[in-house]
Every structure is written in C-alpha cells, then in structure tokens.
C-alpha cells in the first residue's frame, strides 16, 4: 500500500527556514519519481519541485528557481536509505504560507526526467501546513 506522510510544517518567522519531509511507504524511490506542490486558501494547487526515479535529478518550477547563478530558495533532496524526500525552504516570506504537499508516481525514466503536473500523480499525502508570520 503506497502511503506518503509529510511533516516539518509549522509557524515560522519571515526570513526562516524549514526542512519539509515526505516519509514513503510501500514502495521504494528507486522506481517512483517524487513532487512536491503546496496549495494556498483560496489558489489553485500549484507545482513546486520533483525529483526522478532513476538518478535523483531534480526540477523545479520556475516560480521557485533561482537566477542561472543562484540556488533558488526551494532545494530538493532525498534520502534512498530512508526511504524519504525532503523539500528545504530558506528565506521563508508569508507567500509562502499553505500547505504543502508530495506527491508520488510509478516513473522511471534514463533520463532523469521527473513529473511536473498535478495531475501526472497517483497518490498523494495528507499534507503539512507552513505559516510564515511574524
């Protein structure tokens, strides 16, 4: 049974950072590329970053990609052993406040490409809430 479960959300001040997780059961990233969206009151759910199946090459939305020379501020990661896919946010501003969201989907591709829509996932986490307040 594929499950997901997000944690790391909470109450932070602008200008902080968290550290989002995705714990994966049921199955293993090797086969299953990972996304990450965040959905705030009243948008529409929008995508955010992924990260492949085959080699972990990541992409990124360009609302979140930093500059050519830059890393943005939403870096992508996971962790094989742990079975679980990270989403690191620095420089936190209240636009980001919503929750926030992984997704899975059986893809493997040679190239390290990863999904990018919403709707190219099958199954999905309960979600985690991130407020960026002072």
């Known amino acids: 049974q594929v499950q997901l479960v997000e944690s790391g959300g909470g109450l932070v001040q602008p200008g902080g950072s968290l550290r989002l997780s995705c714990a994966a059961s049921?199955?293993?990233?090797?086969?299953?590329?990972i996304g990450w969206f965040r959905q705030a009151p009243g948008k529409e759910r929008e995508g955010l970053s992924c990260?492949?199946?085959?080699?972990?090459?990541?992409?990124?939305?360009?609302?979140?990609k930093g500059p050519d020379s830059v890393k943005g501020r939403f870096i992508i990661s996971r962790d094989n052993a742990k079975n679980t896919v990270y989403l690191q946010i620095n420089s936190l501003e209240p636009e980001d406040t919503a929750v926030y969201y992984c997704?899975?989907?059986?893809?493997?591709?040679?190239?390290?490409?990863?999904?990018?829509?919403?709707?190219?996932?099958?199954?999905w986490g309960q979600g985690t809430q991130v407020t960026v307040s002072s």
């Open positions: 997704a899975a989907q059986y893809y493997y591709s040679d190239s390290g490409s990863c999904p990018t829509l919403r709707n190219e996932y099958s199954y």
């Open positions: 990260i492949s199946s085959s080699d972990g090459s990541t992409s990124y939305a360009d609302s979140v």
């Open positions: 049921g199955f293993t990233l090797d086969y299953y590329a």
